[in-house]
């Protein structure tokens, strides 16, 4: 069982910077692909990015291409999304995800371990 803990949220003006933190623990996630998803409100739970365990492979949606970077450092269990140039509509719940397999897809169906989730709030 891989217990995931999500933070690093804020309330930031557009433009600006975040670096959200999901931190692994109850066993290493060292072979789990992570991801990254985000759910404003009223809207469905969308795939924001992905890495590979070996952080290898990354991938990410058209919508934060050239603004997101996922990253892993697997010697202190922790998955890492550096988010740049924020805008308004970045603002919600951003969760990580660890699936069971070297590297998940894009759907949340193919992740088995979920964190709380950290809230994004970009002002305008």
């Known amino acids: 069982q891989v217990q995931l803990v999500d933070s690093g949220g804020g309330l930031v003006q557009a433009g600006g910077s975040l670096r959200l933190s999901c931190a692994a623990s109850g066993r290493t996630f060292i072979g789990y692909g992570v991801a990254w998803f985000r759910q404003a409100p009223g809207k469905e739970r969308e795939f924001v990015a992905s890495?590979?365990?070996?952080?290898?492979?990354?991938g990410y949606a058209d919508s934060v291409k050239g603004r997101f970077t996922i990253s892993r450092d697997n010697a202190k269990n922790t998955a890492y999304l550096q988010i740049d140039s924020l805008k308004p509509e970045d603002t919600a719940v951003y969760y990580c995800?660890?699936?069971?397999?070297?590297?998940?897809?894009?759907?949340?169906?193919?992740?088995?371990?979920w964190g709380q989730g950290t809230q994004v709030t970009v002002s305008s």
């Open positions: 890495i590979s365990w070996s952080g290898s492979s990354t």
């Open positions: 995800a660890a699936a069971l397999t070297s590297m998940g897809g894009s759907y949340p169906s193919h992740y088995a371990y």
